[in-house]
């Protein structure tokens, strides 16, 4: 506290500051000598100079003489602190090794000396330079656990390395538990494997470089991959604009033409119709005329008969013919067909587009799922194509069910249905990562995946048969494999549940019998090079095979 109170008092009041070059005036007061000569200086026209303090007023402007008490104490404050902010500065931290012989706040330990088994700070420290006690003790940089150094079987510095057995060891340990073994000093092997650290720390720096190249490049990438799907969106919307106008237009077209021809065609009737008028009228007229004829006397019929032969004669016109016709519903027809060709050729093509997106990939492939919740993040929601389904099956549950039936269904001809086998084909294209599951009945069942150009005729058109698909053959005592036309026989747990995992990019296919385990049944490598399509062959009356509804 007197530190604290010489220091306030060693203040100027002008400055606020520690005094410079003291000077202290009548009244007592003491102030920096050039702090009060500028505020004298001010004052001085007025000829008045009082203290800044105490305002006590001289006549005369006292002279100023520097201090040399308050000067020296001055000083004297100002070693103190610097003292001060040494020791602090020297003080022990949490995570520095303390001097063990401060008794109070301990100071930093400056050495530890292996004979004391103690770390001193600088002032404790001195004895062992100065006292001849101390000359064969040895000094080593700071270290918490000195006694870790140490021998726990010898109490002796532990200086040698047993590479035998990977540990420090002292000289006694080399005649005793190591004797035999291959040892070095703790400095040689410390240097050894400072080497190999300095090596290890290079491989670790090259590697952070090639990593901080790589994020660079990967940065950069992304910044390619902005720019290239904003371009890729701006485009495809243009495009997609541009379908939408020429749809729109191809409308009000078809629009146009019906409502052009049925004008024409209304007129034609009403026309027609007014024709048919005239002639009900006209023939009216001549009916009136003859039997006006036929109630005449004898004579007078028989002088006018040529006449009344004439008009008979002019009433046998033929008569109008309308065929049945369907109006405007042929046309309906040839919309209907050309959104069917039109859908076609925008699924066909969704396909390829979906096909170049998923293969915009510039990062390392992901690793492939393991558990069933992890291929139930890929999962697709997939439905049926009654356009490709064989007449003998029909689809029910949301067009995700195929059951066979014993009457042949009446389904419209189409190029993409099958004819000699019970198989079905997905609407949905599949490309990229892709699972889904498939309940089946007891019986015979292949579940599998195709191209969509797999022929729909013949018998190489069954799942299996050709090179375009693969399936996996449902059996009640037994699994097959079949692609090109080679069975392959697999052995696996008997489940009404297969799941089905596709990774397109990588070309990978598996096969899963679910249950309460996930037991791969067989797996596929190869390279896709085109969008696949789930498919179904269910061989037998009465069976059934249905994609899940998975969540």
Same mark, same amino acid.
């Given at each position: 506290?007197?530190?604290?109170?010489?220091?306030?008092?060693?203040?100027?009041?002008?400055?606020?500051?520690?005094?410079?070059?003291?000077?202290?005036?009548?009244?007592?007061?003491?102030?920096?000598?050039?702090?009060?000569?500028?505020?004298?200086?001010?004052?001085?026209?007025?000829?008045?100079?009082?203290?800044?303090?105490?305002?006590?007023?001289?006549?005369?402007?006292?002279?100023?003489?520097?201090?040399?008490?308050?000067?020296?104490?001055?000083?004297?404050?100002?070693?103190?602190?610097?003292?001060?902010?040494?020791?602090?500065?020297?003080?022990?931290?949490?995570?520095?090794?303390?001097?063990?012989?401060?008794?109070?706040?301990?100071?930093?330990?400056?050495?530890?000396?292996?004979?004391?088994?103690?770390?001193?700070?600088?002032?404790?420290?001195?004895?062992?330079?100065?006292?001849?006690?101390?000359?064969?003790?040895?000094?080593?940089?700071?270290?918490?656990?000195?006694?870790?150094?140490?021998?726990?079987?010898?109490?002796?510095?532990?200086?040698?390395?047993?590479?035998?057995?990977?540990?420090?060891?002292?000289?006694?340990?080399?005649?005793?538990?190591?004797?035999?073994?291959?040892?070095?000093?703790?400095?040689?092997?410390?240097?050894?494997?400072?080497?190999?650290?300095?090596?290890?720390?290079?491989?670790?720096?090259?590697?952070?470089?090639?990593?901080?190249?790589?994020?660079?490049?990967?940065?950069?990438?992304?910044?390619?991959? /902005?720019?290239?799907?904003?371009?890729?969106?701006?485009?495809?919307?243009?495009?997609?604009?541009?379908?939408?106008?020429?749809?729109?237009?191809?409308?009000?077209?078809?629009?146009?033409?019906?409502?052009?021809?049925?004008?024409?065609?209304?007129?034609?009737?009403?026309?027609?119709?007014?024709?048919?008028?005239?002639?009900?009228?006209?023939?009216?007229?001549?009916?009136?005329?003859?039997?006006?004829?036929?109630?005449?006397?004898?004579?007078?019929?028989?002088? /006018?008969?040529?006449?009344?032969?004439?008009?008979?004669?002019?009433?046998?016109?033929?008569?109008?013919?309308?065929?049945?016709?369907?109006?405007?519903?042929?046309?309906?027809?040839?919309?209907?067909?050309?959104?069917?060709?039109?859908?076609?050729?925008?699924?066909?093509?969704?396909?390829?587009?979906?096909?170049?997106?998923?293969?915009?990939?510039?990062?390392?492939?992901?690793?492939?799922?393991?558990?069933?919740?992890?291929?139930?993040?890929?999962?697709?929601?997939?439905?049926?194509?009654?356009?490709?389904?064989?007449?003998?099956?029909?689809?029910?549950?949301?067009?995700?069910?195929?059951?066979?039936?014993?009457?042949?269904?009446?389904?419209?001809?189409?190029?993409?249905?099958?004819?000699?086998?019970?198989?079905?084909?997905?609407?949905?294209?599949?490309?990229?990562?892709?699972?889904?599951?498939?309940?089946?009945?007891?019986?015979?069942?292949?579940?599998?995946?195709?191209?969509?150009?797999?022929?729909?005729?013949?018998?190489?058109?069954?799942?299996?048969? /050709?090179?375009?698909?693969?399936?996996?053959?449902?059996?009640?005592?037994?699994?097959?494999?079949?692609? /090109?036309?080679?069975?392959?026989?697999?052995?696996?747990?008997?489940?009404?549940?297969?799941?089905?995992?596709?990774?397109?990019?990588?070309?990978?296919?598996?096969?899963?019998?679910?249950?309460?385990?996930?037991?791969?049944?067989?797996?596929?490598?190869?390279?896709?090079?085109?969008?696949?399509?789930?498919?179904?062959?269910?061989?037998?009356?009465?069976?059934?095979?249905?994609?899940?509804?998975?969540?």
């Amino acid at each position: 506290m007197a530190l604290q109170l010489d220091q306030e008092k060693l203040c100027c009041s002008i400055c606020l500051d520690l005094l410079k070059d003291p000077v202290t005036i009548p009244c007592g007061h003491s102030y920096c000598m050039s702090c009060l000569k500028s505020r004298w200086d001010e004052e001085d026209p007025k000829k008045i100079y009082s203290c800044p303090h105490c305002k006590q007023t001289f006549t005369q402007r006292p002279v100023l003489v520097k201090s040399a008490m308050f000067a020296d104490l001055v000083e004297a404050l100002k070693k103190t602190r610097l003292q001060a902010a040494l020791a602090d500065h020297y003080y022990a931290t949490p995570g520095d090794v303390a001097c063990d012989f401060c008794t109070r706040r301990k100071l930093k330990a400056l050495k530890s000396c292996v004979v004391c088994r103690v770390s001193y700070c600088e002032l404790h420290l001195q004895p062992h330079y100065e006292s001849p006690a101390f000359e064969k003790h040895k000094l080593i940089e700071p270290s918490k656990n000195l006694q870790e150094k140490f021998c726990s079987h010898h109490d002796e510095m532990m200086k040698i390395f047993c590479r035998t057995d990977q540990q420090t060891i002292c000289i006694l340990c080399t005649m005793d538990g190591h004797k035999g073994h291959d040892t070095v000093s703790a400095t040689v092997e410390r240097n050894e494997k400072q080497r190999q650290l300095g090596m290890s720390r290079q491989k670790i720096q090259q590697r952070i470089q090639d990593r901080e190249k790589d994020v660079k490049v990967l940065q950069q990438e992304v910044e390619a991959i /902005n720019r290239s799907a904003d371009k890729a969106v701006e485009d495809s919307e243009k495009i997609f604009i541009e379908l939408i106008r020429l749809m729109e237009k191809r409308s009000s077209a078809v629009k146009e033409l019906i409502r052009s021809q049925h004008k024409i065609e209304v007129s034609r009737a009403k026309e027609l119709e007014e024709k048919l008028e005239e002639e009900i009228a006209e023939l009216r007229r001549k009916d009136a005329e003859l039997e006006e004829v036929s109630h005449t006397d004898h004579i007078h019929f028989l002088l /006018n008969y040529p006449v009344l032969s004439h008009l008979s004669e002019s009433t046998d016109s033929p008569s109008l013919k309308i065929q049945p016709l369907r109006y405007f519903e042929d046309v309906i027809e040839a919309v209907s067909e050309a959104q069917d060709k039109l859908q076609d050729i925008l699924n066909e093509e969704w396909a390829k587009i979906s096909l170049k997106v998923i293969d915009v990939d510039v990062l390392l492939p992901q690793p492939e799922p393991k558990t069933r919740d992890e291929f139930l993040q890929y999962t697709r929601q997939i439905t049926l194509n009654p356009n490709t389904i064989n007449a003998w099956l029909s689809l029910s549950e949301g067009d995700r069910k195929a059951t066979v039936r014993r009457e042949k269904q009446l389904y419209s001809s189409h190029p993409d249905r099958f004819t000699d086998w019970l198989q079905v084909l997905s609407r949905e294209s599949l490309t990229g990562r892709c699972y889904w599951e498939v309940e089946r009945s007891s019986g015979g069942v292949s579940v599998a995946v195709a191209y969509k150009d797999i022929s729909r005729t013949g018998s190489e058109s069954g799942f299996g048969n /050709n090179d375009k698909s693969w399936a996996l053959g449902c059996f009640d005592i037994t699994y097959y494999f079949r692609h /090109n036309n080679i069975r392959t026989l697999l052995s696996g747990p008997q489940s009404s549940r297969v799941g089905v995992y596709l990774d397109h990019k990588a070309g990978t296919l598996s096969f899963y019998s679910i249950s309460e385990t996930m037991t791969l049944l067989h797996k596929v490598q190869t390279t896709f090079t085109q969008p696949l399509y789930a498919g179904f062959w269910v061989y037998w009356v009465g069976d059934t095979a249905e994609l899940c509804e998975l969540k």
